[in-house]
């Protein structure tokens, strides 16, 4: 054990509707072996205004100031998509540990171009569903034989994005060249769980559909088109030879959000639930089970950041497990926090259920 802090800049971190502001600042304020070091946007204001907000010790009105400083560790990268990969490719050339959101790349082949690029350095995806405590004792029981042979299973997720309303800051969400789309983010995430859960997806069957081709920007009063789906309906099938079905809705009030995962077996079931209007990556999830099992651990992370709207309340908390399984591989010099070749995994099984809903034909060749 050292008594070393790594020290961490974050790049997007906005007081102004910030996911960085809701997850990542109060996750990293709850981390032993990391520190808060400097923020960074586009503006000297916003960048002096969120390092006075969050506590960090530096601001940073160009992300690349930040990047070059020698002082830092970490770098996050928490801004719009398409920006993610000449920030990120810097940070790599830098030789810094780097933490993306997800999606990584706007494209599958930025993504593989910087888990290219990230091949001996420390890397993190913020999958961070996966790293949830009860996630993580799920797989610990299906991987322990309690529930006998597996079944099949069953997976029911909401998110409360991508329905008949937006407003301009988040409109491009809708369109095919952000890279950020209910896809590959919203889907994204409940595969990466299932996954984590009952291992690598085989082989996929799926169907999308576009409920709202144009939506209404409120505070315009504008019309947009949506250029991609808003609705997943999927058949698959885990490399335990689990039979899964999901299904995926956007658009859906917070008061009937929810994310069931259940897992049936021979000799028992469990089953994962939430209730986050965000989605099932977004604050904590409840594990039952009709056989015994260690409670899962207690969140490292559970606060809000300062500048936060109410409904991210519970953002840190998966997000913080991401620091922490980081910020153990810095200091045991360990390679074990899922990165960017695990978002390429993704990436590429995105891309395979986007192929079977195009073609109506079932997808083996997974990457």
């Given at each position: ?106 494209t599958l082949a930025e993504t593989e171009a910087m888990a290219a690029a990230s091949k001996s350095l420390h890397t993190a995806i913020g999958l ?135 897992i049936r077996g021979s000799e028992g079931r469990l089953t994962l639930t939430g209730n986050h209007l965000a989605g099932a990556q977004v604050g ?73 809903a195009r073609t109506g034909e079932r997808q083996r060749d997974l990457g």
């Open positions: 054990m050292t008594d070393r802090k790594f020290r961490v800049g974050i790049i997007g971190a906005d007081t102004q509707a910030s996911w960085a502001g809701a997850s990542h600042v109060p996750a990293l304020a709850a981390q032993p072996s990391l520190v808060l070091a400097g923020v960074a946007t586009r503006r000297e204001d916003s960048a002096r205004a969120a390092a006075e907000a969050f506590g960090a010790e530096r601001w940073y009105a160009d992300p690349y100031e930040l990047i070059r400083d020698e002082s830092i560790d970490v770098v996050t990268v928490a801004v719009k998509v398409p920006a993610h990969h000449d920030l990120v490719m810097a940070a790599l050339k830098a030789g810094k540990a780097v933490y993306s959101e997800s999606p990584l790349g706007a961070q569903g996966r790293h949830n405590p009860a996630v993580r004792r799920a797989a610990e029981l299906v991987a322990s034989g309690k529930l006998g042979r597996l079944l099949s299973a069953r997976v029911d997720a909401t998110t409360f994005g991508y329905g008949p309303q937006t407003t301009s800051n988040y409109d491009y969400f809708n369109k095919a060249a952000s890279g950020a789309s209910f896809m590959t983010i919203t889907s994204a995430h409940v595969l990466d769980v299932i996954e984590a859960v009952l291992g690598n997806i085989t082989e996929v069957d799926a169907r999308v559909a576009l409920l709202w081709p144009e939506i209404e920007v409120v505070d315009t009063g504008e019309i947009s088109a949506r250029e991609i789906p808003d609705h997943l309906d999927l058949i698959a099938k885990s490399s335990s030879g689990t039979p899964v079905s999901v299904q995926v809705l956007a658009g859906v009030p917070a008061e009937d959000a929810r994310f069931t995962f259940e904590d999830l409840r594990l039952t089970a009709t056989v015994a099992f260690t409670p899962p651990d207690t969140p490292i992370a559970t606060g809000v950041g300062p500048t936060a709207a109410d409904f991210w309340a519970g953002a840190a908390i998966n997000v913080g497990e991401v620091y922490a399984s980081l910020a153990r591989d810095l200091i045991a010099g360990t390679y074990k926090t899922p990165g960017f070749e695990h978002a390429l995994r993704n990436g590429r099984l995105v891309a395979a259920v986007e192929r079977a």
